[in-house]
């Protein structure tokens, strides 16, 4: 199946936020924003901006109507600033004009003064100055410090990892257009709708029921639009109340790529202690999250590094602990994997420098340690879904690790100047919010009177084809062709008090709403028609390729004119449902539960060739055995699958953000910020499908896709790092991604 947006797509007819009509005499936003990362405000002057022509009006703090607040997890950041700002692009007023220029010349002309104040943006030194977002966390089992006498290696260390810009191609922004009675229409570019509702409600000291969010499809979000799309659609909100007229704003890509949050960096220290037969005995880690200013999900995202601190490995004594450090850099956000893939770069540092020092390969110690069925996690979690050992074998079936491996060492053996790197990546990802409360999801499905269907859900289509799922899982259970079916946009007057589509979770929530809406229509439409086929048992009527049949023999009556006939017999021919995950919970107390209803699994096997002369590398290959559970669409699911490895791939080696002492973003370009391109991607990408593995709790059978395939991309680490090793065995290269080819060069004469 093609995704059917595919085709409007490369046709440019797919509407964006700059592509919808709006409203003759729409103003426009602009923001002005902070220039320095620590200061208190001592002045701001409005009054040269103000004149210019054009500019309609100006508006600070003190202009707020409601609280001056959008904090989500803690009530701790502003809308727009009033006496201290704390990172560079941080809002202090907002212009509106008449045009998008005209409000930009204006941010020109505001004058501000500041009193600067110390700024930190390293995470260990914000926590040697106790700058935390809120205190530590510990998830712990068994016992670590009687586990390091039963071990006979044991390895500390230090590990970096850098922060990543989302990139979506449609970069923030949103329309707000007055509706009657003082209500609010917000058109926004979110991946959290009531999010947008909440908040505007909560800055206008307005009802929720006067806002309406619609939101149509993203030009891509990865994250960046969970919590971050909010802002700019409020201060749209904001003007659009003030003035009483349309308010349009879009981000430039430059104000986007400085003034918005990334995935956070990490740095973390480390100590591993394996037994003689190679078994991991304790793990113990410390995570120093550079949250950047204020909180945002940052302690969410802490969360989930401790969940994924043991990868897919089972470890009976662990104690992880996560710091969220507050330094003066835009707030660090959600970003695909959500704290998991930094969290799992580190164990696998571990792992790598375990096996170094003990002279093995890294995939010895993998292989004895991947989690089984018996085994739980140590957040308590049983494993009885897992699939650890099964995808390793497979690839190993299929692909022949000991075979690749003697390859990568015969060709280090026959060259001097080229060197390859070999490495396994197994992951195990946990599905469902970590925040147990947002596991919910509704859905609406009409059917109009022609046999036409509609469905409204809270999921947000931002490229990653939910809404192909959900049109596929509801053809599905009416048994009738998607051709049939709209996925309308998504709207909060048709589906309220949403959770943000986040979390790999979308269409897992969505798709089972929609599927049980749309079986409560079956169920009338088949009770319907046993009546007028005057058959007394309906239990005989069965809906089958837009016809029912009897005892599975075919009617007269299809679809279209069955849908017809219930209507005019007034059969209700909507339905709302409403879904929760079963059978999860966590006890925040002593960090134990049920917290996922299933993770996702996969082993990666990536080989690079390192040129070592100049210290640049190509990834020869990728070779994938995925759990997809049984899977509802394999073309949407690849296609996440190569589209979350290759973004996975430039977090590891490419993308590197850089930030001056004074706070400011240096790599704030795609001249200077190097995003993954052809050259860059694998040469070769195979994907297997992880055969007999059906999942109870997805749409169909299937299992999540969005963030488990990025955290493929840190073997592409391991395996340049692996090909340093082999052409300088003293190396002193670090456990510290981004592995640019500046590093690699240093790495392999160092
Ligand atoms: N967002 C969130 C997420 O609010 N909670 C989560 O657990 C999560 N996980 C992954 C991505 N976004
Ligand atoms: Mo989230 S990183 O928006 O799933």
Redo the contacts with the bound molecule.
């Keep these: 199946m093609i995704n059917s947006d595919v085709k409007n797509h490369i046709q440019g007819k797919s509407l964006f936020i700059d592509d919808i009509i709006i409203p003759e005499g729409t103003l426009y936003a602009s923001v002005c924003v902070s220039q320095k990362a620590h200061a208190k405000i001592t002045k701001i002057d409005l009054a040269e901006a103000i004149k210019l022509d054009g500019v309609i009006n100006i508006f600070t703090s003190a202009d707020i109507p409601g609280e001056n607040q959008v904090g989500g997890i803690i009530q701790d950041e502003t809308l727009l600033a009033k006496d201290e700002i704390h990172f560079i692009g941080e809002p202090i007023a907002l212009v509106i004009a008449e045009s998008d220029s005209i409000a930009k010349n204006a941010i020109g002309k505001i004058l501000i003064e500041y009193d600067e104040q110390e700024v930190i943006v390293d995470p260990r030194e914000a926590f040697e100055n106790n700058s935390l977002i809120m205190p530590p966390k510990t998830f712990e089992s068994g016992n670590v410090n009687d586990a390091w006498k039963e071990c006979i290696t044991i390895v500390e260390g230090k590990v970096e990892s850098g922060g990543q810009e989302h990139l979506y191609l449609e970069t923030q922004g949103a329309v707000t257009i007055p509706q009657e009675g003082g209500n609010l229409k917000i058109i926004s570019s979110t991946?959290s709708p009531t999010a947008v509702q909440r908040t505007a409600a909560r800055i206008l000291n307005l009802p929720m029921n006067k806002i309406e969010v619609d939101v149509l499809r993203l030009g891509g979000?990865f994250?960046g639009k969970?919590d971050q799309a909010t802002h700019w659609a409020v201060f749209t909100a904001l003007g659009a109340y003030l003035t009483g007229k349309p308010v349009k704003l879009i981000l430039s890509r430059s104000d986007d790529l400085y003034m918005t949050g990334k995935r956070h960096p990490y740095s973390s220290d480390y100590k591993i202690g394996l037994n003689k037969d190679l078994k991991i005995i304790a793990y113990e880690a410390t995570y120093y999250q550079n949250a950047g200013a204020v909180a945002d999900l940052s302690p969410a995202i802490l969360e989930r590094t401790l969940f994924h601190a043991t990868n897919a490995y089972f470890i009976p004594n662990v104690k992880a602990t996560a710091i969220s450090c507050k330094t003066n850099l835009p707030p660090n956000t959600?970003?695909?994997?959500?704290g998991g893939p930094q969290g799992k770069f580190v164990i696998e540092s571990a792992i790598n420098k375990a096996a170094n020092i003990l002279d093995i390969n890294a995939a010895e110690i993998q292989k004895k340690n991947l989690i089984d069925a018996g085994n739980s996690f140590y957040y308590g979690q049983k494993a009885n879904d897992a699939k650890a050992i099964p995808s390793w074998n497979k690839a190993d079936e299929i692909y022949e690790i000991k075979k690749l491996q003697e390859e990568v060492n015969l060709f280090n053996y026959e060259n001097k100047f080229y060197k390859k790197g070999f490495s396994v990546m197994p992951i195990c990802f946990g599905i469902s919010f970590t925040n147990t409360f947002l596991n919910q999801a509704s859905a609406l499905v009409h059917i109009y009177s022609d046999g036409s269907v509609g469905v409204s859900t809270a999921a947000i289509e931002m490229g990653q084809g939910v809404n192909e799922k959900i049109k596929i899982a509801v053809a599905n259970t009416f048994s009738i062709n998607t051709d049939r079916i709209k996925i309308e946009s998504t709207n909060t007057t048709r589906i309220a008090n949403s959770s943000?589509t986040?979390?790999?979770s979308g269409a897992d929530l969505n798709g089972n709403a929609a599927i049980k809406a749309s079986k409560n229509i079956l169920n009338r439409l088949l009770k319907f028609a046993s009546k007028h086929l005057e058959i007394n048992d309906e239990t005989k009527l069965k809906l089958i390729d837009g016809i029912v049949l009897v005892n599975d023999r075919k009617t007269e009556l299809i679809w279209k004119d069955l849908i017809y006939l219930a209507y005019t017999n007034r059969i209700n021919l909507s339905s709302h449902e409403f879904y929760a995950t079963p059978e999860i919970y966590f006890d925040k107390t002593t960090n134990k539960g049920n917290p996922f209803a299933y993770h996702v699994y996969g082993t990666a096997l990536t080989c690079a060739t390192v040129d070592c002369i100049r210290g640049t590398y190509e990834i020869d290959y990728v070779k994938i055995v995925h759990d997809f559970g049984k899977s509802i669409d394999q073309k949407i699911d690849i296609g996440q699958t190569e589209g979350g490895l290759v973004q996975g791939i430039g977090w590891l080696t490419l993308e590197e953000l850089k930030y001056s002492d004074e706070g400011k973003l240096l790599s704030n370009s795609l001249s200077t910020y190097k995003i993954p391109d052809i050259y860059s991607a694998p040469k070769n990408i195979e994907i297997e499908f992880l055969s007999d593995s059906e999942n109870r709790f997805g749409p169909l059978k299937s299992k999540a896709i969005?963030?488990p395939p990025l955290m493929y991309g840190i073997g592409t680490f391991f395996a340049i790092f692996n090909a340093v090793k082999s052409f300088n065995p003293e190396t002193k290269i670090e456990y510290s991604a981004p592995i640019t080819p500046e590093k690699v060069l240093m790495g392999l004469y160092s």
Excluded: D, L, V
């Design positions: 991946q979000a994250g969970e959600a970003f695909r994997g959500f943000a986040a979390a790999s969005g963030e």
